[in-house]
């Protein structure tokens, strides 16, 4: 993930690579899987900054040292299980948006699946033009041109 140094705000990329020291954090467990702390120093200034993994969320928790960089996917991501969740909760609730709700997915589905036709069927009519049909036409155009400017 991307963050930034405090103290001499660096910005430190995924994939950049630097060393770092392990250690198994004490008394946080997560289904069963230990959670590590990672201490590392920032490659300019040389500061410190520790990170924990977060196997909740397949990702990290900056602790200290750093500030994390917005991320778009990360929220666009949560945004959409907030709304799986709410739709489940309206369909346990309603009996009727679970019928609407199948109504407009199966509307989706159905144009999705007309659009793939379609794409199919221009696919189809492309792949019946001859190309080299039409690169022989063009050659004797070419040909017929210069017989016509050399006469």
Same mark, same amino acid.
């Given at each position: ?75 666009? +991501? =949560? %945004?959409? $299980? &907030?709304?799986?969740? !709410? ?24 144009e ?24 022989r036409?063009?050659k004797?155009? +070419? =040909? %017929?041109q $210069? &017989?016509r400017?050399? !006469?």
């Amino acid at each position: 993930f991307f963050f930034r140094c405090k103290t001499c705000g660096e910005y430190i990329y995924k994939g950049k690579k630097f060393n770092a020291r392990k250690e198994t954090v004490q008394n946080e467990v997560y289904l069963g899987l230990p959670i590590f702390r990672f201490y590392i120093k920032c490659t300019r200034c040389l500061a410190e900054i520790t990170f924990k993994t977060d196997p909740e969320n397949t990702d990290y928790t900056m602790e200290h040292g750093a500030t994390r960089n917005f991320q778009a996917e990360k929220l666009l +991501e =949560e %945004e959409e $299980k &907030r709304m799986q969740k !709410e739709r489940e909760e309206e369909e346990l609730n309603n009996p009727m948006k679970v019928l609407e709700n199948r109504t407009k997915d199966s509307k989706l589905e159905m144009e999705v699946l007309e659009n793939l036709q379609e794409l199919k069927e221009l696919n189809q009519r492309q792949a019946n033009v001859d190309f080299e049909a039409m690169l022989r036409q063009y050659k004797e155009y +070419e =040909e %017929e041109q $210069k &017989r016509r400017e050399q !006469e």
